[in-house]
T-cell receptor, first 110, second 111 residues
Framework: LAKTTQPISMDSYEGQEVNITCSHN???????ITWYQQFPSQGPRFIIQ???TKVTNEVASLFIPADRKSSTLSLPRVSLSDTAVYYC???????????FGAGTRLAVHP | EADIYQTPRYLVIGTGKKITLECSQT?????MYWYQQDPGMELHLIHY???????EKGDLSSESTVSRIRTEHFPLTLESARPSHTSQYLC??????????FGPGTRLTVL
């Protein structure tokens, strides 16, 4: 399973765009990149998943370059309620085991 | 809205007691998982199941056991609880390679 590396913490202010980059140098051909969000005392919640190029949904965008060795989660116009831990995971197709790293603790300030 | 439930939400119990943490989902998902997470720390997969009568140990060694007799139900049992078992236990389910739906968790404290 590919190992991921992401910043331990980030700070932002309300209304700003936040970009969290994750590196996954050993990603395999049939691996997908997935991001989860976790609030204190709750289970993680799926945000977005992608294979290559760009994926966008109602809460975030995921940018994946051609070599797929990194990815960037983009949160547009964050609010205080976006303060959480964000996990980048590489999931092997058909396998569906999630290996969580330490994640990135995002703090959004007024 | 994900329909996955865990009971109890909080449990304080003495050393040596047998406990069962319940997890149920109404989405018909074949795959179910148990994770353990200490406060402020990473989640670790301790058990998973790909269907009825299928159970596997996860990446973190655990003294707990699980069973999967029905698709919707995936209970976790500790035969003899110890203080080292104090943690949050999260159950999840999925239908394929995409998202896992997590329950609210059970916070276990063993005195």
């Amino acid at each position: 399973l590919a190992k991921t590396t992401q910043p331990i913490s980030m700070d932002s202010y309300e209304g700003q765009e936040v970009n969290i980059t994750c590196s996954h140098n050993n990603i395999a051909t049939n691996d997908y990149i997935t991001w989860y969000q976790q609030f204190p005392s709750q289970g993680p919640r799926f945000i977005i998943q992608g294979y290559k190029t760009k994926v966008t949904n109602e809460v975030a965008s995921l940018f994946i370059p051609a070599d797929r060795k990194s990815s960037t989660l983009s949160l547009p116009r964050v609010s205080l309620s976006d303060t959480a831990v964000y996990y980048c995971l590489v999931v092997t197709g058909g396998y569906n085991k999630l290996i969580f790293g330490a994640g990135t603790r995002l703090a959004v300030h007024p | 809205e994900a329909d996955i439930y865990q009971t109890p939400r909080y449990l304080v119990i003495g050393t040596g007691k047998k406990i069962t943490l319940e997890c149920s989902q109404t989405m018909g998902h074949d795959k179910m998982y148990w994770y353990q997470q200490d406060p402020g720390m990473e989640l670790h997969l301790i058990h998973y199941s790909y269907g009825v009568n299928s159970t596997e140990k996860g990446d973190l060694s655990s003294e707990s056991t699980v069973s999967r007799i029905r698709t919707e139900h995936f209970p976790l049992t500790l035969e003899s609880a110890r203080p080292s078992h104090t943690s949050q236990y999260l159950c999840a389910s999925s239908s394929g390679i995409d998202e896992q739906f997590f329950g609210p968790g059970t916070r276990l404290t063993v005195l």
